[in-house]
């Protein structure tokens, strides 16, 4: 019956020790997953937030459009434009306003709007001119274009009326066309002096116009191209070339702070290779000068507390029959053997008093008072 149970009991134990060791695992790996997709999802958004500012910074405006508003002199005796049509368009309010990006090339166009009126088709061709002038009115640049209607025999002209009568009835279309110039192609502008306005002028007295409008078209090439015609393209490569650094950093990063051995930081004093020293023999340094201080501080009280009572300097007084003097130092007596057999007088004094005659003292040279001093 023991055997069984013990053999349970084994199996019990083994089952147990695994479902820890798998929970123990499962947790780990759960962590480790968890923490993954955290830094793979950072790592996407981020890459797609730098394309962002990247082509915000990078591409320029497509296209800047003014409307123009054409002004002329009127006859008087006569119906009719007495002066060419001319405008002023205001590209930047201000001197420092950059409409134009620096070191992108640009087209510039005019859209005029014109009936298809027998004037309009008898006119035949006109020329369009327009001056870009900077803020101090210096012409900056200048172009001059020829346009006119386009050509419809009668009989494409009875057609088109006969099949879009209902529209032009109704007025949803008009028989007019949009004449497109170019009046100036790959314009660059100084960014040190900028373009703030245009002065269009049609050169024709006769000509007829609804309407008109500047547009300025930017001309890409390289990869501004690419970005503009294939944005999906571009920005799939931008991302993922993004996201591909990012992970190198990241691996680096990772692999610097888990799998590389702590190095200890060495702090250079001075200017010399032989003066660098890491903080561990710095730390040690200051703790044995620290140690070297503290022992010479006890060792200067012990041998304070170590003097006794007989060690103290001794006062003698001798009398050689004239005048009693005070002698500091048993040493400095003198010679004659008369005053040494002179009666004598020792007297003990505290170890301030020792200690003041010592400093007032040179050592080795006996200091002589008068009785008056030696009693105050």
Known sequence: ?????????????????????????????????????????????????????????????????????????PCKEEAGLCSFPSANVTLAQRFKDHLLMRGQQYHVLLDLDMP??????????FMVKIDL???????RKSGTRAAMLRYRSFLHQLVYTLAFAPVLLTGTFEEKQLVTVELLSLFEDDPNDPVTHAIIEVQSR???????????????????????????????????????????????????????PYHENVVRVGFDDATYKSLEARRA???????????????SRLRSRSL???????????????????????????SSNESLH?????????????????????????????EEEREG
């Not at 084994?10 to 060791?21: F, N, Q």
């Not at 008109?212 to 503009?228: E, K, P, S």
């Not at 170890?351 to 200091?367: C, H, Q, R, V």
Request: glycine share 4%; aromatic share 14%; net charge positive.
């Open 1 to 73: 019956m023991k055997m069984p149970k013990i053999f349970i009991g084994k199996v019990v134990e083994d089952y147990r020790k695994r479902a820890l060791h798998f929970a123990f695992t499962f947790k780990d790996v759960l962590y480790k997953l968890l923490v993954v997709l955290l830094t793979t999802t950072v790592l996407i958004w981020l890459s797609v937030f730098l394309y962002g500012v990247f082509y915000y910074l990078y591409m320029p405006a497509v296209a800047h459009t003014r409307p123009v508003h054409f002004i002329f002199e």
């Open 116 to 125: 298809e009126s027998p004037m309009n088709q008898q006119l035949g061709m």
């Open 133 to 139: 002038k900077d803020y101090d009115g210096n012409v």
């Open 206 to 260: 006769h000509v007829q116009i609804y309407g008109a409008q500047l547009r300025v078209h930017a001309h890409f090439t390289g990869l501004r191209y690419l970005m503009f015609h294939f944005p999906v393209l571009s920005a799939v490569i931008g991302i993922a070339t993004n996201l591909f650094f990012l992970i190198l950093v990241a691996s680096f990063s990772w692999y610097h702070w888990v799998f590389l």
């Open 285 to 299: 340094e200051l703790k044995e000068r620290m140690e070297k201080q503290k022992h010479m501080k006890v060792d």
């Open 308 to 334: 006794s009572y007989d060690s103290l300097p001794v006062i003698e007084e001798y009398d050689t029959g004239k005048e009693r003097h005070k002698i500091e130092n048993l040493s400095s007596l003198p």
């Open 342 to 370: 002179q009666p004598r007088k020792i007297t003990r004094v505290s170890t301030k008093e020792a200690l003041s005659i010592l400093k007032d003292s040179s050592p080795g040279t006996p200091s002589f008072g008068s």
